[in-house]
């Protein structure tokens, strides 16, 4: 699950036991306009329905990153909305693991996360290339931590 402005962009991979994953769906959730806590609370209830529906039982979660260009408001309601996400995704599921995306580039393969979410190959040798290039760093906080 990747948060970012007034989103939530989440995909389900199902982990094999030959620790592959199979892409079963994407999905963003809108934030709605209007009063912030009430659009909190729906986007809240929509992601908790669909990870309850989906029967998923873990969950990866990019988390909050400094931003070089400094600190604005836009970043603080991204932090507001992820906080909310990672509610609902508590509620839904026991595992939900954070993903630090500086940590996961040290740690994970030999290149860093972005070039990962960039090769279309890699994707592909995986059977996950059905995946949204805009949704791959949400599956890729999921993989990091479950394979």
């Known amino acids: ?4 402005g007034n989103s939530v962009k989440l995909v389900v991979l199902v982990l094999e036991d030959d620790k592959s994953f199979t892409f079963e769906d994407q999905t963003t959730f809108n934030l709605q306009a209007g009063s ?9 209830d929509q992601i908790n329905e669909y990870l309850r529906h989906r029967h998923v039982s873990c969950v990866g979660v ?17 932090a507001e909305l992820r906080g909310v996400a990672l509610a609902a995704a ?24 972005d070039e990962y979410l960039g090769d279309d190959k ?12 805009g949704m791959r760093e949400a599956a890729f906080a999921v993989i990091n931590h479950f394979a």
């Open 122 to 133: 890699w994707w592909q040798e995986r059977s996950l290339d059905s995946i949204q290039k």
């Open 90 to 113: 508590a509620a839904a599921c026991e595992n939900v693991k954070l993903t630090n995306k500086s940590q996961v580039s040290k740690n994970f393969g030999e290149r860093k996360v």
């Open 1 to 4: 699950m990747t948060i970012g």
């Open 62 to 78: 990019k988390e909050s990153a400094l931003s070089r260009s400094g600190m604005r408001m836009s970043h603080l309601y991204s």
């Open 36 to 44: 912030r806590p009430s659009a909190y609370c729906y986007i809240r």
